[in-house]
Structures are given as C-alpha cells and as structure tokens.
C-alpha cells in the first residue's frame, strides 16, 4: 500500500451521472489531495495530510512541484493495427480529389489491406507497440484495437493475434475487436450478403475458439453494408456471444437505429444522425461515440455531440486513428476541438474519454479515481486541470500510471 501525492487537485469525476449533459460544477476537486494504492487498485482518495495522518508509516510516493491528476483516459475507438500509409490520399482528398479518383488511383481502405496482408508480423506488431505507447504518453491506459485491413480469414486472424500478442508487450489495457465486416474485399467472389456469411461461418467461430475478440463491428454504410443485411449479421454475431458495436451514421443516417436495435455498447461515428434518431439514442444504452479526429480527418462535420448530450445520449469521445480519415491519434487535441465547435463542458469531455467510453467497452472497473478502481491515471504539470482542454493537447501528460505504477 502507498499514498501517492501531494497534488494540487485531484479530479475524481467520482458521482458523475453515466448519462447526459454535465455542468462544470458537478466536478469533484480534492485541493491538496494525494491517492492511497493498495496492488493494482485504488484505496482512497482524498487531502493528503489527512490520508498521512491516518496513516503514518504508509509508503509515499512524492509528486514533484504542482502537478494536477485526472484518471487515465480511455480511447475506445482505434484501427491502430495496419500496415503502410495513406499520405498520398490524404494530400488528394485536400486538392479536391474525390472518394472514386482516390481510390482508382490506388488508396482507400483497399490500399491499406494490400499492406496490412504484405506486412510480415514483426513488422506489424512493432508499428502496432510503437502507436499504443503514443497513446500511452498521452495518458491513454485503455486502448480498443479492431481488425479490418485484412477481410480473410489468414489475414484478420493475423491482425487479431498480433494484437494480442502487443497485449504481452504493453501495460495498457487492449480491447480488441474484429471489424472482418469493414467492406467486402475486391477478391471476395460473391455478395455482401455471402461475405457476411463467411464471417459468421468462417471467420467468428475462430475468433472464439482462440479467444480473439469478443467484440465484433460492421461498417454500416453506401459504400460499405446495407442496413438490413447488417442488422442480420449483427444479430448473427451476438448469437454466437459476441458483443456488438457500429459504424454508423457517418455519411448517411440511419443505421444507428440498427446499433440501439440490436442492442450495440456502441453506435460510433454519427455525423450524419437525424433528429429523430438522436432522440431514440439517448433513450437507450447504446453510447453513442464522437469520433472528431474523423472529421479533422475529412474534412467534414463533427458529431452533434451537444444535441446528443442534450437529449440525455451516453457521450464517449474516441480518436478513430486510423491511416485513412483519423490519422492524427491525438485524442486530447481531438477532444478538445470537438468541445470549442459542439460547445461542451470539460466535464462533458472528461467523462467521455474515461467512464463514458469504459462503460462502451463494458470496463466500468475504470475511468473514476475513486475506491475500488483501477489505479490507472495520469498527471499533468500545472495548477489547474482546466488547462488540460485549454491547451488543446499541447500540455504534456507528466506522469501516466497504470495499476498504480509510473509507466
Ligand atoms: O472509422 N469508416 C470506416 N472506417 C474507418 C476508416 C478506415 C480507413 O479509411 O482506413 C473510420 O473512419
Ligand atoms: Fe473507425
């Protein structure tokens, strides 16, 4: 067991409510405080000299100078596993190329299956390692990784045991999750009906006997999946035991409604959703995720995170980092955006990249520095916790710690 502190403040987000709007009042500030850690869990929170007292032999950890604490963050939305770049499409789409000539001339998700199946396993696995410990500097201890750049059956089960296998080179938290439903492969001889098919039949039974996912994704879009053959697909997955998240919403409405129909932990994307169906996912329990680092991306709308929010939705906030739209993988600097442009609280946006988004990935052990938690949090070298956002991700985390030790 050890007290770790003195902090100027120590942001708990303990009693926040898992639902809807927050006003920046509502945020618990321990001034002064320190956290008692006992192994992988957090004991106690509350003013150091108190928790001293109570304790006088207890081990310290000494916080240099003023650093203020917030609890780790948790990134639930990634395609951190790939192979190759996308630059070039990146620099089309921004000289006014459109979908179709980038994708003739050789990008798109497309390009990034042909170099996700040519990379060699070393390769993938060490550029996979080196972007979860950019996001672990972040202060990012909890990190969902889905499959989708290798749509067979060789390839997504490669990117789903490379991902686990980064797990035995990580302290952080892996949530994996096979996204084989991200868009039919060119060389796929059949339907999108037939391809699904072959996830089911081929591709999931594998994912559960080697215990690869137990999270599975669609696409659900124009130019991906069509509502109905997705939302059987998905009723598929979760009767063969696998939870259910979406890509929904992200330029045409309509399939969130699928994600609260199949009872999904998560509808993701959401630029294009209705009125209407914001109001049917805020009455659900389906987080419904903003993925502004996609909209930087692209160029395109934000979420309507603040109408969602409004309406009383489940708001997590994720990066997407992806090579195609997301390639930023800052989450702090993403979130922070989305705050000035969707007008949300910072306690909106506190909660949507810690407890909000571990409820979407079914982790609530986390995301709060309260008893019984994990002690996962991270440190930043100033007074006053608002200046996190207000530097927009320029502010450094200084201490990142994942159950209870400095990484
Ligand atoms: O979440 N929308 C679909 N999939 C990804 C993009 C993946 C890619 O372009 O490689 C996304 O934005
Ligand atoms: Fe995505």
């Not at 209705?274 to 979420?303: C, H, N, Q, R, Y």
Request: net charge negative; proline share 3%; charged share 25%.
């Amino acid at each position: 067991m050890k007290l770790i502190g003195p902090f100027k403040q120590v942001v708990t987000l303990a009693n926040l409510p898992l639902r809807g709007k927050l006003s920046d009042e509502q945020i618990e500030i321990i001034v002064d405080g320190g956290i008692v850690v006992d192994q992988n869990t957090i004991q106690k929170v509350g003013n150091f000299e108190t928790l001293k007292a109570e304790n006088p032999t207890i081990e310290i950890e000494n916080i240099e100078g003023e650093q203020i604490v917030l609890p780790a963050f948790v990134d639930s939305h990634t395609h951190i596993c790939f192979g190759g770049n996308r630059a070039n499409d990146f620099a089309m789409r921004n000289a006014g190329k459109t979908y179709l000539e980038i994708a003739e001339s050789g990008g798109g998700i497309w390009s990034s299956v042909q170099h996700t199946r040519n990379a060699s396993e070393e390769e993938l696995l060490k550029t996979l390692v080196e972007r979860i410990n950019f996001l672990i500097d972040l202060g990012i201890t909890t990190i969902e990784v889905k499959s989708g750049y290798g749509l067979d059956v060789e390839n997504e089960l490669k990117m789903l045991r490379i991902i686990k296998k980064a797990q035995n080179e990580t302290k952080a938290t892996l949530v994996p999750t096979c996204l084989s439903a991200h868009l039919k492969p060119r060389d796929f001889e059949g339907s999108n009906s037939e391809y699904l098919n072959y996830i089911i039949t081929e591709i999931l039974p594998k994912v559960k006997e080697e215990e690869l996912a137990n999270r599975v994704d669609i696409f659900i879009e124009k130019s991906a999946f069509q509502p109905e053959e997705s939302k059987e697909f998905l009723l598929k997955a979760k009767a063969l035991g696998f939870e259910i998240t979406v890509h929904a919403d992200q330029f045409t409405p309509g399939s969130s409604r699928i994600a609260v129909e199949v009872g999904a932990k998560s509808a993701d994307h959401l630029e294009a959703t209705i009125d209407e169906d914001i109001e049917f996912l805020a009455k659900s329990d389906t987080v419904a995720t903003a993925l502004p680092g996609a909209s930087l991306g692209l160029g395109e709308k934000f979420t309507p995170a603040r109408k969602l929010l409004d309406a009383g939705a489940i708001v997590a906030i994720a990066s997407d980092w992806n090579p195609g739209s997301a390639p930023m993988g800052n989450l702090i600097t993403q979130a922070s955006i989305l705050a000035t442009f969707q007008k949300l609280t910072t306690a909106e946006v506190l909660a949507g990249m810690t407890f909000r988004a571990a409820y979407a990935l079914n982790l609530e052990d986390r995301g709060r520095l309260e008893a019984g938690k994990k002690a996962d949090f991270v440190t930043f070298r100033t007074n006053n916790f608002q200046n996190v956002l207000y530097n927009q991700g320029s502010l450094k985390a200084e201490l990142v710690y994942i159950d209870g030790n400095k990484k």
